[in-house]
């Protein structure tokens, strides 16, 4: 099922819902652009977001978005330590609901 080159196919998206699309991309190139987080500490993030949801696409979209920000092999580790750590801490966090008091 995954496979990068679909991608290609989100111009056909573009096509059929030109409204939205459009307002879909500023949307999300204004999220990525510089502001109060630099653009390699937003691509982190995403890249941590990415790992956490599982998005094939996006794990390797902003994986490479990372690299071209400058970020690191020690900083994509922690971003991927800090989506591990999230995830756990909601399975435990979860877990006040199995017993009764």
């Known amino acids: 099922m995954f496979d990068m080159k679909k991608l290609a196919r989100l111009k056909r998206l573009d096509a059929l819902a030109p409204d939205a699309m459009q307002q879909f991309w500023s949307f999300d190139n204004a999220v990525f652009s510089e502001g109060a987080l630099s653009g390699v500490h937003k691509q982190l993030i995403a890249v941590a977001v990415a ?22 092999d020690e900083q994509l580790a922690e971003a991927a330590l800090v989506a591990a750590a999230i995830r756990a801490g909601g399975a435990i966090t979860h877990s006040t609901h199995l017993f009764d008091e």
């Open 51 to 72: 790992l956490t949801t599982q998005c094939p696409y996006c794990i390797e979209l902003h994986k490479k978005a990372a690299r071209n920000a400058g970020a690191s």
